[in-house]
């Protein structure tokens, strides 16, 4: 990439000028990221196209160092190409838990022979990746987890069971915690462990979603050999390299961007105060007529505004470029009780509109609202709970005393 100095115009110039030539025109607007990783739609010709362009050039993970692949910009670069992509409607189709969670992580933990290995394919797209972290009694108390990875010698051999992991049944690879040592104290008998979900002896069973959708997994592991190279970071110190995924997943979770796309259908259209005026009506001075639902809306507009300016504050004071810190758990509590509240708003503002589950008589925006209304209380429980993020709050930003051990 050419050294612009500091002169985010003419680096400007030069994404627009890249932008013009390689992203596929019918992609303009709209169309599907192929993003999510719990989304099992096959991409179109052009998306595979886009994707593999933005893979090679590295521009879909623009931080990330060149020499495994990634975009090498500095986070004003970043945010310029960003804005240059949004402003053509040009989606990132480089995305995941990959991305978001194990890639960042990785680069911090990984030795080179792993980084070499994995974090390519993910700068390119190529491989999903799922989080095998929780289990049926080990939620937020997650060191409590019991999956049992034993040194065989040249091999680890893991057995036990995850739940609600995400996207499993479409991942290639697994992030695993598993216990490595039995009779230590229960954070430090923990490693971190990446399993090819091809393996022989690993089995996602999708779970079914009040919204209808099977975006996550119980995963069973039966004999799995791990390879040994496969270890991150020391044996039995995975409990720390945990911790700092969870940071860059409640980052993500958290943040302004998931507020304002929140969903499919009515709720990624017209902005949620059009969508109230067209569907409730406007009094004689153009104002919503409901008073009441008048003011709750312009409160929601209002701690959307705030949360999207402390999110920029927090990306700008990040000059250490550190990456998120306990701070993250306040951005997730707030961003997704905002997601909740604007999903409610939009079903509520709908009417009985906003009741259909299918049929003719309804859009398909309105059928979406509901299922992702249905959704988005989700958010409050993953990557740990509402109540869970308040005990960090309390622990590690205000300093009071603690007598829980939640991650
Ligand atoms: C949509 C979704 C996707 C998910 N994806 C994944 C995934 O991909 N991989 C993965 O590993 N996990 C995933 N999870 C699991 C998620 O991390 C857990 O659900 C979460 O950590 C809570 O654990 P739990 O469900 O066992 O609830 P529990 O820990 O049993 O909690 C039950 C209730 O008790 C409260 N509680 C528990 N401990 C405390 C405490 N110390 N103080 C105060 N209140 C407390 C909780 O806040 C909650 O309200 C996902 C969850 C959801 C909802």
Known sequence: ????????????????????????????????????????????????????????????????????????????????????????????????????????????????????????????????????????????DLASLQTRAEDMGDHFLVNGQKIWTSGAHLADWCFCLVRTDPKAKKHEGISFLLIDMHSPGVEPRPIRLINDTTPFCETFFTNVKVPKENLVGPLNGGW?????????????IGSPARVGQAGPGVLAGPPIETLAKSYVGVDDEGRLMDADLRARLTSHLMESKAHALTGERIALEAKSNRGPTAASSIMKNAGTLLRKEKAELAVEILG??????????????????????????????????????????????????DTTHST
């Open 1 to 140: 990439m050419a050294d612009f100095g500091g002169d985010l115009e003419a680096f400007r110039a030069e994404a627009r000028g890249w932008l013009q030539a390689n992203f596929p025109a019918s992609l303009r607007r709209g169309a599907p990221t192929g993003a999510d990783p719990e989304a099992s739609e096959t991409p179109t010709e052009d998306q595979e196209l886009w994707r593999r362009r933005i893979g090679e050039k590295g521009w879909g993970t623009p931080t990330w160092p060149t020499e495994h692949g990634g975009g090498g910009l500095t986070a004003a670069q970043a945010r310029v190409l960003q804005t240059e992509m949004a402003r053509i409607g040009a989606p990132n189709p480089i995305g995941g838990m990959g991305v978001g969670m194990f890639g960042p992580t990785l680069l911090e933990y990984g030795n080179d022979e792993q980084l070499r290995r994995h974090i390519p394919p993910i700068v390119k797209g190529e491989l999903r990746w799922c989080q095998g972290f929780s289990e049926p009694n080990a939620g937020s």
């Open 240 to 252: 720390t390299i945990a911790k700092r995924l969870l940071q860059f997943e409640r980052q993500g």
């Open 352 to 401: 009985h509109q906003g009741l259909g589950w299918s049929g003719e008589d309804f859009t398909e925006g309105e059928i979406n609202a509901m299922r992702v209304m249905l959704r988005s209380k989700s958010g409050t429980i993953a990557g740990g709970s509402q109540e869970v993020q308040n005990n960090i709050i309390a622990k590690r930003i205000l300093g009071l005393p």
